[in-house]
């Protein structure tokens, strides 16, 4: 609004207006409109009576999932409004997502909600793009990094994939994740996580997610399987691994024990690194509790490969912290856990330290003899196949696509199943992306990162990863939901780590300017 000039005042504007005929029929044609328009209050009961009427509708067809959705729809739109005011939120709701889709899928019992998920992270890219066309800023200079470039690369070849002699279009579509996810996480991934304190909340959020996922591993345990879980078991024949005659794993919200048990141990890491660093006293006993948690439940699964987790999470957490005593104190914990399941027989009576312990002499385990054997045949049977047997035809949960020696041989192995699929090309272009991108942020947390607290976040995060990455060796399940996509947003936040660092210090500064210039009022 302007100030009210003498020329405003003048004669001419003070006269009063006199309205013509045309002025009052256009004035008449306005207010005609204005009374045709739906009243909001009828708009929204009108949408109520539909949505209610969709919910009976679902209820009736006994379709609960459907029910279930419509009935959340308004405050899930809500959240979207709110979120396109501030796209970097989303980075939350994704991560909360992709941690319960595999307790979604199996309680909703309905088909193809992978599906959801690719509508769902596709159609987060389209918001970036379309804020971007209206000059919303993203650090789309961040994308250039080892992982997204190495994720497109890997993109491309599984494409190329399709044309694979040996190859079923079938499977192919099936595996449709495993060819984008790791280009199109990332780069969502270094889009929106851009900040310290975003980061500090998304550990936060995950510290709470794993506290569900422990309560449920403990309602398992001192309870009992419930109906869904206990048919689930029985259907996909998971009873002969899980329900053992002397112990029974449990496997908590994710796909199975293998999965829940080496998450445990990431989080052991993860927030054990995060607590010891951790400058609020109640935070620092929180993240230590949780760590401790984690380290008690992944013991419970019965996973042996499990504990190459913590175990590479230390070993690497020495080699990086250039701090002699923590480097000291890291490397005799390793030995002396290494010592007691390897040379010992200290807690032999209990059966999952008993069980954990054949880890350590594989030679003794007749699981691990077998496991050999299987990559002796795989080795023999790809030795004229460098691009692998094709996407999607690897482990005998791929026998639907067909009867072939790759499909009655199981994946315990993350990387054996990517080798089988894509062949030696593939296998090397993978870890040459995964490692690659670890090294590089490891080398910037060891001699680039300024600000201590951002490199004791990452330096948390690189150990984790590192240990699940050996932990993969033994355990098809990295990329299994939710791990798949949580590791390659974690990968993608040590590739935004210059930037969030760069960006922890512009805001230091100006903090300490703003402080210098109230005392200097003062």
């Not at 969709?54 to 209820?59: G, Q």
């Not at 449920?216 to 259907?235: N, P, S, T, V």
């Not at 054949?358 to 691009?387: C, G, I, M």
């Not at 210059?498 to 200097?520: F, G, M, N, P, V």
């Amino acid at each position: 609004h302007r100030r009210i000039t003498a020329q405003d005042t003048s004669p001419q504007l003070r006269q009063p207006i006199v309205a013509t005929g045309t002025d009052r029929q256009k004035s008449r044609r306005k207010m005609s409109i204005k009374r045709s328009y739906i009243s909001s209050p009828t708009l929204t009961f009108a949408i109520l009576c539909i949505g209610l009427g969709c919910i009976v509708a679902a209820t009736l067809r006994q379709n609960l999932a459907i029910a279930a959705l419509v009935a959340v729809l308004p405050a899930l739109l809500c959240i979207l409004i709110l979120h396109l005011r501030k796209p970097e939120r989303f980075i939350f709701l994704l991560f909360i997502f992709n941690y319960f889709f595999t307790p979604l899928a199996r309680y909703s019992r309905q088909d193809g909600l992978s599906v959801l998920s690719d509508v769902i992270w596709w159609s987060v890219l389209l918001i970036i793009i379309i804020q971007t066309a209206l000059r919303y800023r993203f650090p789309w200079k961040q994308a250039a990094n080892i992982l997204t470039i190495g994720g497109a690369a890997l993109a491309v070849y599984c494409l190329m994939e399709v044309v694979n002699p040996t190859a079923s279009l079938e499977a192919w579509i099936y595996s449709r994740g495993f060819i984008y996810n790791t280009f199109l996480v990332s780069l969502i991934t270094v889009l929106l996580a851009t900040s310290y304190k975003q980061i500090g909340r998304l550990m936060f959020l995950f510290s709470l997610l794993t506290l569900i996922a422990i309560l449920k591993g403990f309602w398992q345990k001192f309870i009992g399987f419930d109906a869904i879980e206990y048919d689930a078991l029985m259907e996909s024949g998971m009873y002969k691994t899980h329900l053992l005659p002397q112990i029974t794993r449990y496997f908590s919200i994710f796909t199975d024990a293998g999965n829940y048990g080496s998450n445990m141990g990431f989080t052991c890491v993860l927030f054990g690194i995060t607590g010891l660093f951790s400058k609020k006293p109640g935070l620092k006993t929180y993240y230590l509790c949780v760590s401790a948690l984690s380290l008690y439940s992944m013991f419970t699964t019965g996973t042996r490969g499990a504990i190459v987790v913590p175990l590479g999470g230390l070993l690497l957490f020495a080699l990086i912290s250039k701090n002699i005593r923590l480097m000291s104190a890291a490397t005799v914990g390793g030995i002396c856990i290494y010592v007691f399941f390897a040379f010992t027989y200290a807690g032999e009576s209990n059966y999952m330290i008993r069980r954990m312990r054949t880890a350590f002499r594989p030679n003794k385990d007749a699981s691990y003899l077998v496991r050999k054997q299987n990559r002796q045949k795989l080795a023999e049977y790809l030795r004229d196949k460098p691009f692998g047997e094709g996407l999607g035809l690897g482990g005998v949960e791929a026998r639907r696509f067909g009867n072939r020696l790759t499909t009655t041989i199981p994946n315990d192995s993350t990387y054996v199943k990517i080798w089988t699929e894509t062949g030696i090309v593939g296998i090397i272009l993978y870890l040459l992306i995964y490692a690659g991108s670890l090294l590089w942020g490891c080398y910037y947390i060891m001699f680039k990162v300024r600000n201590d607290e951002l490199r004791h976040l990452l330096t948390a995060l690189a150990c984790g990863v590192f240990g699940m990455m050996l932990s993969a060796y033994g355990n098809a399940f990295f990329t299994q939901f939710p791990t798949g996509i949580m590791m390659i947003m974690f990968l993608g936040i040590l590739m935004n780590g210059k930037y969030i660092d760069e960006r922890l210090t512009i805001e230091k500064q100006q903090a300490l300017l703003t402080a210098t210039k109230k005392d200097s009022t003062l």
